[in-house]
């Protein structure tokens, strides 16, 4: 079954099930238009695409299966920044939150920021605004970004972030903000279902940390390059980076060391803003 064949069965599934197109676009969390394109074979659907109109549509596990694994085929999908921001990155935060809200377990890593989910508004600020987007665009990305850090407090939900130290180092905002940024993570690292590891730079490294990654649950990986973001559900590439988020977990401070180590480094952008 090709992505054109995927199209038309998801096309006779929701008129089948007696759904309007509206209603299914809604909770699939995508247009109205999109769906049109997908269901017409105009449109290509993404994995995550063909997952979250599944899931509107209400089918059995049975027929969820066969048409995830034929949109697994051709799993592995890189979409330019680019286009994102041609079609609207706020939007794509959106398609992030309908998966994250799917997700019981969810790991990150991080080598180059502090990850959006744990972002304070100064420091998201300052990190959307190195792309050049308009004003507009700019308050909607955030808006979308605090949007999901609701999910954090969700206790039936497991997550599990890893940064270098260098993420808790880079000067992205001024020295108070940053000392703020850092409480951020000791706060929310004191909540039961939220582990926040750091990868001190005097340790020996596992593996090179590349690129920041996302796994959702052990079926999807979210890959994120300087010029796209590749998504894959192939399961070789996904244990592939499961295997190195348990490498660099293995070496990371968590806990109260965590805790500690992020706190020195906080009173040292402290005495920085004292002294500046």
């Given at each position: 079954?090709?992505?054109?064949?995927?199209?038309?069965?998801?096309?006779?599934?929701?008129?089948?099930?007696?759904?309007?197109?509206?209603?299914?676009?809604?909770?699939?969390?995508?247009?109205?238009?999109?769906?049109?394109?997908?269901?017409?074979?105009?449109?290509?659907?993404?994995?995550?695409?063909?997952?979250?109109?599944?899931?509107?549509?209400?089918?059995?596990?049975?027929?969820?299966?066969?048409?995830?694994?034929?949109?697994?085929?051709?799993?592995?999908?890189?979409?330019?920044?680019?286009?994102?921001?041609?079609?609207g990155l706020h939007k794509h935060q959106g398609e992030i939150r309908a998966v994250e809200a799917?997700?019981?377990?969810?790991?990150?890593?991080?080598?180059?920021?502090?990850?959006?989910?744990?972002?304070?508004?100064?420091?998201?600020?300052?990190?959307?605004?190195?792309?050049?987007?308009?004003?507009?665009?700019?308050?909607?990305?955030?808006?979308?970004?605090?949007?999901?850090?609701?999910?954090?407090?969700?206790?039936?939900?497991?997550?599990?972030?890893?940064?270098?130290?260098?993420v808790i180092r880079w000067q992205i905002v001024p020295p108070a903000m940053m000392a703020t940024q850092l409480d951020k993570l000791?706060?929310?690292?004191?909540?039961?279902?939220?582990?926040?590891?750091?990868?001190?730079?005097?340790?020996?490294?596992?593996?090179?940390?590349?690129?920041?990654?996302?796994?959702?649950?052990?079926?999807?990986?979210?890959?994120?390059?300087?010029?796209?973001?590749?998504?894959?559900?192939?399961?070789?590439?996904?244990?592939?980076?499961?295997?190195?988020?348990?490498?660099?977990?293995?070496?990371?401070?968590?806990?109260?060391?965590?805790?500690?180590?992020?706190?020195?480094?906080?009173?040292?952008?402290?005495?920085?803003?004292?002294?500046?």
């Amino acid at each position: 079954m090709n992505n054109i064949s995927i199209g038309r069965a998801l096309r006779e599934l929701r008129e089948a099930s007696g759904k309007q197109a509206k209603a299914v676009a809604r909770s699939a969390v995508m247009s109205p238009s999109k769906l049109s394109k997908i269901e017409n074979e105009a449109l290509s659907p993404s994995l995550i695409d063909v997952e979250r109109i599944l899931t509107a549509l209400e089918v059995s596990d049975e027929v969820k299966a066969r048409l995830t694994e034929a949109a697994r085929r051709a799993a592995t999908e890189a979409t330019a920044w680019r286009v994102y921001r041609r079609t609207g990155l706020h939007k794509h935060q959106g398609e992030i939150r309908a998966v994250e809200a799917r997700t019981h377990l969810m790991r990150l890593f991080q080598p180059a920021c502090i990850p959006g989910l744990l972002q304070t508004p100064e420091y998201a600020r300052a990190v959307l605004g190195r792309h050049c987007y308009t004003d507009g665009a700019l308050e909607k990305m955030m808006g979308a970004r605090l949007l999901r850090q609701e999910l954090l407090y969700d206790t039936s939900r497991v997550f599990r972030f890893l940064v270098t130290e260098s993420v808790i180092r880079w000067q992205i905002v001024p020295p108070a903000m940053m000392a703020t940024q850092l409480d951020k993570l000791v706060t929310m690292s004191r909540i039961p279902h939220v582990s926040i590891g750091v990868i001190p730079l005097s340790v020996p490294m596992t593996d090179l940390p590349s690129s920041s990654f996302v796994l959702f649950d052990s079926s999807l990986a979210i890959v994120k390059i300087p010029h796209a973001e590749v998504t894959t559900s192939e399961s070789r590439d996904v244990e592939l980076y499961e295997k190195r988020f348990d490498g660099f977990a293995r070496v990371a401070l968590v806990g109260e060391e965590m805790r500690a180590f992020v706190s020195g480094v906080r009173d040292e952008f402290l005495r920085q803003q004292e002294t500046g």
